[in-house]
């Protein structure tokens, strides 16, 4: 929203378009500069990863997804060019713009303090900074400064494991259909591409380490 009343002010609709669409083009360009560092079909990979419904989705309904991967991939990118001083601001970026990125920004913490010390990863580590005052300043305001960490109904945020929910979905998913039994079918097949979805990926970070 703060961007959106900055980019048209008189016309945000357009402005939170505009911040759906370029941030998922320019993510598809960083995936390409990755891709190729190591395989020889980066531009077909890259296709596929500017068609994926999910992306897609999120560009043309002004949600947060496609800033979070561009700053997501920008910083991995600037990382591998040896550009620590890229890297770092642009995770803090993707922390402010989705908490799940300090997933990505503690896994990479635990590369860096592997390779590079634990002064290197100290210093990546800054990059929670804007998020945590982020947190901080809200919490204060509204009498709960550890807000972040709770997990209620009526909380967006929340730090359980996105495996956990494909399991608890069986118990309680949602009413897609009238009929309990088509609506719990839906359900399955959406569980099972989740599960294929985290095999697939497994096997691609097995085939880059080998």
């Not at 590369?111 to 580590?125: H, Q």
């Not at 509204?142 to 069986?170: H, K, M, Q, Y």
Request: contains cysteine; charged residues 10%.
């Amino acid at each position: 929203p703060l961007l959106a009343n900055l980019v048209f002010p008189s016309e945000r609709h357009l402005s939170f378009w505009l911040l759906g669409v370029i941030p998922a083009s320019l993510s598809a360009v960083y995936f390409y500069k990755l891709a190729r560092r190591y395989t020889e079909n980066a531009l077909t990979l890259t296709w596929v990863y500017s068609f994926l419904p999910w992306l897609l989705f999120s560009a043309l309904h002004s949600l947060s997804e496609p800033l979070l991967m561009l700053f997501l991939l920008a910083g991995f990118y600037y990382y591998l060019q040896n550009q620590f001083w890229l890297a770092l601001p642009a995770y803090a970026l993707a922390a402010l713009t989705k908490e799940v990125a300090l997933l990505a920004i503690a896994a990479l913490t635990l590369v860096i303090l592997w390779k590079d010390g634990w002064k290197r990863a100290a210093i990546f580590s800054l990059a929670i900074v804007p998020f945590g005052s982020f947190c901080l300043v809200y919490g204060y305001h509204w009498g709960d400064c550890l807000w972040c960490a709770r997990v209620e109904p009526n909380n967006g945020l929340s730090w359980i494991p996105g495996v956990w929910w494909i399991f608890r979905t069986f118990i309680e998913y949602p009413a897609s259909s009238a009929n309990p039994t088509i609506a719990f079918l839906y359900n399955s097949f959406n569980q099972f591409l989740n599960l294929a979805l985290l095999a697939l990926v497994a096997v691609g970070i097995f085939r880059l380490r080998a």
